[in-house]
C-alpha cells in the first residue's frame, strides 16, 4: 500500500518512534545517515572549477535510496525531518539531490520539517509547520567539508613524503593535536619548586580550638613560596612560639552560590566524563538512544531534547514544567521568585535552540529506571539534575574570618570558614571540577565553622605546624578539560568535539593513561613538523577565526566560495614551497625542536646526546621506512640504532631517584625487577623494604615524588558508602587496582586512577558489580542496516566483542567496549560472517574431562592486596 505522505529520518529507532505519531497517511523511513560523500581520492573537489564536488554513494547508499524512492513513487509530499543543525540539512540535502537525479520526485512536494524533541507534540506541530530545506546551512556544511577534504588529501601526502610513518593531518585535529603536545612541553620544562606553609591552632577565650594559617610576617604579606625551604618554616615556627596572641580583625558576610545552566554538548560531555567516566563518544552514543526514544509501556518517547547544542535556552513550557516540580518535590523555598533565563556563551549558537533537557521534565530519573538501560539511565539522571537544578533557587553561605595578630605586631594568621544557611539547588545537583583531587567535592572551608570570637579577645596559643610542599606542574588533559578548552579557544564545535578526540586515538598520535592524554612520539614529531612548516594552520587563532567565517556562511553574510578561494590561494602557495624541502632540512628541524623532549639535559653535566656505544659520536634523529629513529653520527663506523621509546628514557632498568620521603627522609626511588617496574622506599641494602608495583598504563619514566608517595601509602581509605556506612577503599593487588567495600573486592577499569578514584566514581562501579553489568549487552549500538536488527557489544570471557543475530567479532586490541560505534562494528560482524564465524567470536579452549575443584575461586583471590604479597627482588 502506498502511502500519500513520505517522512525520511536518519536512524531506524527515530523512524520507529515517529512512526508512532503519525497516521496511516506516514510512512516513515530512515537514511541511515549520510547517503553519499565525497570519494577518498584526489579530483573530489576542483579549486579550479568554482570548487565543484562530485558525490558518490556506496552500496548502502544506493539501497538506502532505491527504498526511498520506491516509496515516494506514488506518494504526494515527501517530508525531509533529519536532525535539527547544520548536518541533518545536508542529509535532507543529499536526500533530495539523489531523489532528483533518479527523477523519483516528479509531482512529489518536498518540505524540511524540524523538531528538537521526539515527543508527539513536537512531531506533530513540525509536520503542521514545514519550511523549505535552508541552503545557507547547506552552503555552510558545503564549506566544512570541501576544506577539510582539501586540507586532508593536500597535505596528507606531504607528511607521506617528508615524513615516513606519519599518518594523516586534519585541518581541525590537528590543531587539537597540538593543544596536547604543547602541555606535555610545558610539563616537561617545569621544574618543581619547594615551599612551605606555617598554621597554628589557637583556643579562644571560650574554649574553642580553630586553626589558622600564617598570613604575615614582619608587616609583609607573605606569597604562595615566601617560605622557601625547611631552615625558613623552622625560623618562623620558632618565632610564633614566643609571641602572644589576640583576635585582631572578624569578618562575616553571606554569599551567593547561582546553580549552573542546563547542558550545551559540551558542557554534558565535560560533566559525563567527570561524573560518569564516559568518552565523548560514548556520551553522544548514549545520549542519542535517549533523543531518539525510548519503550515506556508501549509508546516510545525521546526522553531528552536534540543533543547536539550550543545554546543554553529553555523553553516556556520546560521552565514551567520545571517550576511546578521544584515546588511538589522541594518546597516553595526552592523555588527562585521568577524563572532563570539563560543566555549562550557563543558568538553564533547555532546548531539547535535550546539546551539539553528532558522533554518532560516532571519525569523523573526514578520513574523510568526499570525501561533504561545502566549508562541510560545514569546520563538521563544528570541532564534531569542539571536542567532542575538550573531553576532552583541560589544556595547561601554564610562566610566568616578571623585574623589572629601577634600582640608585637610581627605575625598576623587567618582562620577561614564557610558554612551552609540554606542548600538551595546544591540538595540536587553539585557541578564537577576539573582538575581537581576533591573533583567537585566542598570546598576546603566548606563547612567547617569557627567560633564566635570577639574583636581584641586574647588567643591562647596551642601547636604550631609546618608543612612541606611543591609546585605541581600544568595537568594533562582529560577529555572534559579538552573538549573545554577547544570551545574556549572556538575551535571546533559541538558535534565536531567526539570525533576530533576519537581520530587523534584512531592514528596512535595521542594515548589515554589514567584518563588523562599523553601525546604519542608520532604524534610529537607530525606537530614539531607543522609548526615548523605550516605554522599558520596550526595556529589557534587562525583555526577559531575559520571556524567563525564558516559559522558566517550559515548565516549567509559570506559566500561560502569566496571564502574557500581565500583559504586555498595562502595554503596552496605553501604546499607548493615544501615541494623542494629536502629531507634533511626536515630533520634538522625535529632535531632542534624536540631536543629538550629526548635529550634532557643530566645532573652530571653528560652530553646526553653522546653515543652509549663508540663512545665518540652523536645521536640525532634520522627517518627511516618503518619511521623516525635515533641513530649514531658515526655511521657506517658505528651502526648504533635507539628507538624514540627508548631515547625518552623508556628503557632503562636502573634506578631513578626521586626524593626523600617528607616523614622519614627515607630514599624514594623507582626499578625494575623481573616481574616489571615497581616503586621503592628504602635504598640500597635495607633488609625488606616496602615496594609497590607501578600500575598498568601508568609509564615508569613519568612517576614523580608525589604519585610515588601515593602508591606507598596505599591501600587508602575512598570514603564511606553512602547506602551501607562501611568504608570503602582503593588498592593494588596481584591482578591491578582494585576497590574493596564490605568485604568484596571490585576490579579497577582501565581509565580511573587508583590513587585519583572517588567516592562518587567507587559508588558506582560497587553498584555496576552487584548488578551484574556483563550478563547482558552492554548497550546498543543501533539498528543493522541490513535486517534491522539490534547490534550490541558485550564482555565475555576473552574481551569485549560486538553481536548481530548470531554473529559475535572481537573489538580490535586496546578498544574499550563504551567507545565501540555502530560505524566501527559493521565491517567487524561483515568481516566475521564472511570468515564463516558464527558464534563466538574467540574459541574458547577445551575443558578437561575431570577438573579438579579449586580450593578458592579464581575471583575470591584475584584482588589479594598487593601489601601481603611478597615484593619482586630488585
Not at 621503592?680 to 612517576?703: H, I
Request: net charge positive.
Amino acid at each position: 500500500m502506498t502511502a500519500e505522505n513520505i517522512v525520511v529520518v536518519e536512524s531506524p529507532a527515530k523512524a520507529k518512534t515517529i512512526n508512532k505519531y503519525l497516521g496511516r497517511d506516514f510512512r516513515v523511513l530512515a537514511s541511515f545517515g549520510h547517503v553519499r560523500d565525497l570519494p577518498p581520492k584526489d579530483g573530489s573537489v576542483l579549486p579550479d572549477s568554482d570548487f565543484a564536488m562530485s558525490w558518490q554513494m556506496d552500496e548502502r547508499g544506493r539501497k538506502h535510496v532505491g527504498e526511498i524512492a520506491k516509496a515516494v513513487k506514488g506518494a504526494s509530499r515527501l517530508y525531509l525531518a533529519t536532525d535539527p543543525d547544520r548536518e541533518g540539512e545536508a542529509i535532507s540535502w543529499h536526500v533530495r539531490e539523489a531523489l532528483e537525479s533518479r527523477k523519483a520526485l516528479n509531482g512529489v512536494e518536498v518540505s524540511r520539517v524540524v523538531f528538537h524533541e521526539v515527543t508527539r507534540n513536537a512531531v506533530l506541530d513540525a509536520v503542521a509547520n514545514p519550511r523549505a530545506i535552508n541552503q545557507e546551512l547547506v552552503d555552510a556544511y558545503l564549506a566544512r567539508r570541501a576544506l577539510d577534504y582539501l586540507v586532508g588529501f593536500t597535505l596528507s601526502p606531504v607528511l607521506w613524503r617528508k615524513l615516513p610513518g606519519a599518518r594523516s593531518a586534519g585541518r581541525v585535529q590537528s590543531v587539537a593535536l597540538r593543544l596536547v603536545c604543547d602541555r606535555e612541553a610545558e610539563i616537561e620544562a617545569f621544574r618543581s619548586r619547594e615551599y612551605w606553609t606555617v598554621e597554628a591552632d589557637f583556643e579562644s577565650a571560650a574554649g574553642q580550638v580553630f586553626r589558622a594559617r600564617l598570613t604575615h610576617l614582619d608587616g609583609k604579606k607573605l606569597g604562595t613560596h615566601a617560605i622557601a625551604d625547611e631552615a625558613g618554616a623552622l625560623a618562623v615556627k620558632a618565632r610564633l612560639e614566643e609571641a602572644a596572641y589576640r583576635i585582631a580583625k572578624v569578618e562575616k558576610k553571606q554569599a551567593r552560590r547561582n546553580p549552573a545552566p542546563p547542558f550545551t554538548t559540551s558542557t554534558l560531555q565535560q560533566e559525563a566524563s567527570r561524573r560518569l567516566g564516559f568518552g565523548a563518544a560514548r556520551t553522544m552514543s548514549v545520549a542519542q538512544q535517549l533523543y531518539e526514544g525510548v519503550d515506556l509501556g508501549g509508546e516510545s518517547v525521546g526522553l531528552i531534547t536534540y543533543m547536539r547544542t550550543d545554546s543554553v535556552v529553555l523553553s516556556g513550557e520546560a521552565l514551567a514544567g520545571a517550576r511546578r516540580l521544584i515546588g511538589r518535590e522541594f518546597g516553595e523555598a526552592y523555588l527562585p521568585a521568577n524563572p532563570r533565563r539563560y543566555r549562550s556563551s557563543a558568538k553564533n549558537a547555532q546548531e539547535a535552540h535550546e539546551a539539553i533537557r528532558p522533554t518532560d521534565m516532571t519525569r523523573r530519573p526514578q520513574d523510568v529506571r526499570d525501561r533504561l538501560k545502566p549508562d541510560q539511565f545514569r546520563l538521563y539522571e544528570l541532564v534531569w539534575k542539571r536542567a532542575v537544578a538550573s531553576q532552583m533557587a541560589a544556595a547561601v553561605f554564610d562566610r566568616a574570618a578571623v585574623d589572629v595578630a601577634a600582640t608585637d605586631g610581627r605575625a598576623v594568621l587567618r582562620a577561614t570558614g564557610s558554612v551552609i544557611r540554606f542548600d538551595g539547588y546544591l540538595k540536587l545537583y553539585r557541578e564537577g571540577q576539573d582538575d581537581s583531587p576533591k573533583g567537585g567535592q566542598p570546598e576546603d572551608d566548606e563547612g567547617r565553622i569557627l567560633p564566635a570570637v570577639a574583636e581584641g579577645e586574647p588567643a591562647r596559643r596551642k601547636a604550631v605546624e609546618t608543612e612541606q610542599h611543591f609546585t605541581q606542574p600544568p595537568p594533562r588533559y582529560t577529555e572534559a578539560s579538552l573538549v573545554k578548552r577547544l570551545e574556549e579557544l572556538g575551535i571546533g564545535r559541538p558535534s565536531t568535539y567526539a570525533s576530533i578526540i576519537q581520530v587523534l586515538q584512531d592514528r596512535d598520535y595521542v594515548r589515554l593513561e589514567s584518563r588523562r592524554f599523553l601525546p604519542e612520539d608520532r604524534g610529537r614529531i607530525v606537530t614539531a613538523f607543522l609548526q615548523n612548516f605550516f605554522e599558520r594552520y596550526v595556529e589557534y587563532e587562525f583555526t577559531a577565526d575559520l571556524e567563525e567565517k564558516l559559522d558566517a556562511v550559515s548565516n549567509g553574510s559570506i559566500d561560502w566560495r569566496a571564502l574557500l578561494q581565500e583559504f586555498w590561494d595562502g595554503f596552496q602557495a605553501k604546499v607548493e614551497e615544501t615541494q623542494g624541502l629536502r629531507i634533511s632540512n626536515v630533520i634538522d628541524a625535529l632535531d632542534s625542536e624536540l631536543d629538550a623532549h629526548f635529550f634532557p639535559q643530566t645532573d652530571d653535566g653528560r652530553d646526553p646526546r653522546l653515543c652509549p656505544v663508540c663512545g665518540e659520536g652523536r645521536l640525532g634523529l634520522r627517518l627511516g621506512k618503518q619511521g623516525p629513529f635515533f641513530g649514531c653520527s658515526g655511521y657506517p663506523d658505528c651502526r648504533h640504532v635507539r628507538s624514540l621509546s627508548a631515547a625518552e628514557g623508556k628503557d632503562e632498568n636502573g634506578p631513578r631517584i626521586l626524593g626523600n620521603h617528607p616523614e622519614n627522609g627515607l630514599e624514594v626511588s623507582v626499578r625494575k625487577g623481573p616481574y616489571g617496574f615497581y616503586v621503592q622506599l628504602a635504598g640500597e641494602g635495607e633488609d625488606k623494604p616496602k615496594r609497590v608495583s607501578t600500575p598498568r598504563g601508568v609509564d615508569p619514566a613519568a612517576v614523580t615524588l608525589e604519585q610515588a608517595l601515593g602508591l606507598l601509602s596505599l591501600p587508602r581509605e575512598v570514603g564511606i558508602h553512602p547506602e551501607s556506612g562501611k568504608p570503602i577503599s582503593a588498592g593494588l593487588g596481584r591482578f591491578g587496582p582494585y576497590l574493596r567495600h564490605d568485604g568484596a573486592f571490585v576490579s579497577i577499569p582501565r581509565g580511573d586512577d587508583v590513587l585519583e578514584i572517588g567516592l562518587n566514581r567507587a559508588v558506582v562501579l560497587i553498584a555496576e558489580k552487584k548488578g551484574g553489568r556483563s550478563a547482558g549487552p552492554l548497550k546498543e549500538l543501533g539498528a543493522h542496516p541490513g535486517d534491522g536488527k539490534p547490534v550490541t557489544v558485550h564482555t565475555g570471557r576473552y574481551g569485549p566483542y560486538v553481536k548481530h543475530g548470531r554473529t559475535m567479532a572481537s573489538l580490535p586490541k586496546g578498544q574499550a567496549p563504551e567507545d565501540a560505534t555502530l560505524e566501527a562494528a559493521l565491517p567487524l560482524l561483515e568481516k566475521k560472517k564472511a570468515s564463516g564465524g558464527k558464534t563466538a567470536a574467540r574459541k574458547a579452549p577445551a575443558r578437561k574431562a575431570a577438573a579438579k575443584p579449586k580450593a578458592a575461586s579464581a575471583k575470591a583471590r584475584s584482588h589479594k592486596p598487593a601489601a601481603t604479597r611478597k615484593a619482586p627482588p630488585a
